[in-house]
């Protein structure tokens, strides 16, 4: 049945109408609001309040003296929390992916997703409660003998920011490397198998090439939400630890809105620069597991 030339304007006008209501969303609420604090971050600040100009102070504020050395240890933890979230979710994902039957790995992702039932700030403050001097696992190291008395480390600490920070982003890394791995063809793999290689070569050869495209989705989820965590830095890392996300909150609370604005432009263009790699190298439907020529 052939469709003439009215009908085919019709239906582009129909596909126009329906992505005219997302498209008016994303802008309005996403790049419109990324464009004002952009534009914000230029203006200058007159007591409590700020006005419209075109001035680089708050860069230049930012750019140097201690808030530099935030924005450097804001990197390094986010890259620290990254490389330990994916040496757990990959080895995880696999197993689910390879090793469980499908109703357990379903079940067990399903697990993953329930601590978002909770709310974020009650289940970093739950971390609290367990790492503290007279929590849970204080007791347990002494009562098992491995300590004489309360570990003081585990708490406001490095240890305990990072901990909060793997346990928050890792099931985002989980899924995208799990949903690479489901949409892997299984010919592949036992087309190895027959060759002759062995399930290690296999893996080195096939499988984790294949799934590069979950995996670099992964890290980007999770380099971006250690990034920008606010709650974790305050709750668990204790007065006057900071990273990127509450130096903008502690900004804000200052009024200081060009700098706060600043801050937050350089976070959003660090992440902007991650997807814009992953599209660079990876088509999308090849994080879906679909094997595609790889982008020059």
């Not at 080895?91 to 709310?119: E, M, Q, S």
């Not at 804000?252 to 976070?267: C, F, I, Q, R, T």
């Amino acid at each position: 049945m052939r469709v003439s030339r009215q009908q085919e304007r019709i239906l582009g006008g129909l596909r126009l109408a329906l992505l005219a209501l997302p498209i008016a969303f994303v802008v309005f609420f996403l790049v419109a609001p990324l464009a004002l604090a952009f534009a914000i971050s230029f203006w200058q600040r007159v007591g409590f309040r700020v006005r419209p100009a075109f001035q680089v102070a708050a860069y230049a504020d930012f750019l140097s003296g201690v808030r530099l050395f935030v924005l450097e240890r804001g990197l390094l933890v986010a890259a620290e929390v990254t490389a330990i979230s994916l040496l757990i979710a990959y080895p995880v994902a696999y197993l689910l992916c390879f090793r469980a039957r499908r109703a357990t790995a379903r079940l067990i992702l399903a697990l993953f997703t329930l601590p978002f039932l909770v709310n974020y700030i009650i289940r970093t403050f739950s971390w609290s409660w367990l790492l503290e001097r007279t929590g849970p696992v204080n007791r347990a190291l002494i009562a098992l003998g491995l300590t004489h008395g309360p570990v003081d480390w585990l708490l406001y600490s490095d240890f305990a920011v990072l901990l909060g920070l793997v346990t928050s982003v890792m099931p985002f890394m989980i899924f995208p490397i799990y949903l690479a791995l489901g949409g892997l063809d299984r010919r592949l793999l036992e087309a190895s198998w027959l060759l002759g290689a062995g399930p290690r070569r296999t893996f080195w050869r096939i499988t984790l090439p294949l799934s590069l495209p979950g995996v670099f989705a992964a890290l980007v989820f999770g380099f971006v939400g250690a990034f920008g965590d606010s709650a974790v830095p305050i709750i668990l890392g204790g007065t006057g630890y900071q990273l990127m996300g509450n130096a903008i909150t502690s900004t804000l609370d200052v009024l200081n809105y060009p700098l706060a604005s600043a801050m937050s432009s350089v976070v959003v263009l660090v992440m902007l620069m991650l997807l814009l790699c992953w599209y660079a190298v990876f088509d999308l439907r090849a994080f879906l597991g679909k094997i595609l020529r790889w982008r020059v």
